[in-house]
């Protein structure tokens, strides 16, 4: 019994930290989101260039984290628009 009561103290106490966490916790803001409607992304041209001055050098999971950044988008959708740019 006293084990069952301790569980439901923790779970209670972990509940409420979340909730305390949450509510402090920075909310991200994406100075370009990507449309999830659509799951596209659209960026300016001077990010791209430097995006494409990445993946010259062989940086392309440094390209993805980049538009994962700067969009909120996921790593699938980031890394289909780098792959995109490969193709450009």
Not at 23 to 48: M, S
Not at 49 to 73: C, D, Q, S
Request: hydrophobic share 50%; net charge positive.
């Amino acid at each position: 019994m006293f084990s069952a009561l301790r569980r439901l103290v923790l779970q209670a106490i972990l509940v409420v930290l979340e909730t305390v966490f949450a509510l402090i916790r920075k909310k991200e803001v994406y100075p370009f989101p990507y449309n999830t409607a659509t799951n596209t992304i659209t960026l300016p041209a001077q990010i791209d260039n430097e995006l494409h001055a990445l993946i010259a050098v062989g940086k392309h999971v440094e390209a993805v984290k980049r538009v994962t950044r700067l969009t909120g988008a996921g790593l699938r959708i980031s890394k289909d628009y780098v792959d995109q740019l490969v193709e450009k």
